[in-house]
Nanobody
């Protein structure tokens, strides 16, 4: 099982980035796709998640209206479109998969995700 995130980089405030997560896992569509981030000296925090059943998406308040999570089950990929980036968005971003049976309240916790990829660095300058 492999999960690889890509698309990070150094941008200016107000710019956009698109992160992509490629998964080599059976039955990708059954998983919840999540994105987390970790800034220096801070704990890993939830950013967004996409539950395939019902096509429901979830976001942390600080990114609502700016970030959009999507997935392509046929390709086994997840994406995080990040617009209007702010310096406080600077972090290492990780994609992860959680079982489709994960209850909604647990999707915000990193402990619910059992498959993780290597992160990709996003740096937003002011």
């Amino acid at each position: 099982v492999q999960l690889q995130a890509s698309g990070g980089g150094l941008v200016q405030a107000g710019d956009s980035l698109r992160l992509t997560c490629a998964a080599s896992v059976q039955d990708f569509r059954s998983y919840v796709v999540g994105w987390f981030r970790q800034a220096p000296g801070k704990e890993r925090e939830f950013v967004a998640a996409f539950r395939n059943r019902g096509g429901t998406t979830y976001y942390t308040d600080s990114v609502k209206g700016r970030f959009t999570i999507s997935r392509d089950n046929a390709k086994g990929t997840g994406t995080l479109q990040m617009n209007s980036l702010k310096p406080e968005d600077t972090a290492i971003y990780y994609c992860a998969l959680a079982p489709g049976s994960t209850i909604t309240s647990s999707m915000y916790s990193a402990r619910s995700y059992n498959i993780w990829g290597k992160g990709t660095q996003v740096t937003v300058s002011s």
